[in-house]
């Protein structure tokens, strides 16, 4: 598979002081994230993080409260490094916008597919405040972004927000995973960049489009030309 540049935002620094619970909260998120809640025990967090079942379950009662600070954890991340990416000065309003879609739809597309489905099966509890977090704090910044979009001409005021949002979060849901994607030859990167290319451009007005496109055609060009 040809790999593509996608934006990526640095994971902040562990605020937690006991590094034994930081080794318990890396691996529990290792094996979460790869095989969702159900199919992963204590034991095998507990090898994972090279400690005894008797410190882990000091540091965590339950399987579920681990599970639930694991999730909560990645939508805190990808909450800062959207704020990260809204304040940066260095890109105008478009860019800044692309950036933000492929990096939350890069770190959403970790907590999809197997994992929200075994979510909201056998954690329906943590699934409710996955859910809540997601729309009132993730998406609620996406359409903020969006409406300072139209309110500058930027995008097309015939285009329903909050369906735009659902559109790209159940693209993120069902597509953006190994499974969908193997088949086409597609990595990451390359189906990110067709999914913001068909809803960026599809929902900007024509002189904002005209612009995007121009640049970035000058940054496939300058790309072009390093590698020479």
Known sequence: MKTQRVFRVPRPPSRIDDPTRARILEAARDQFLRLGFSP???????????????????????KEQLFREVILGQ????????????????????SKLAAILSFMGLELSKLSGLVTVDMQRNA???????????????????KRILEEGRASGVFRSDIH???????????IQEVM???????????FGEAFQIIITILLEGALTEKARSRYLSRAAGIRAKKQRSRR
């Open 75 to 94: 939508l805190l991340e990808i909450e800062t490094g959207i704020d990260s990416l809204i304040s940066a000065r260095d890109r105008d309003f478009v």
């Open 124 to 142: 329906p509890a943590v699934w409710k405040e996955f859910e809540a977090f997601r729309r009132q704090r993730v998406f609620a910044k996406l």
């Open 40 to 62: 992963v025990t204590m034991d095998d967090i507990a090898s994972a993080a090279g400690v005894s079942k008797a410190t882990l379950y000091r540091a965590f009662p339950g």
């Open 161 to 171: 927000q909050d369906f735009l949002i659902l559109l790209y979060a159940t693209i």
């Open 177 to 187: 995973n190994p499974a969908t994607l193997v088949p086409f030859s597609l990595s």
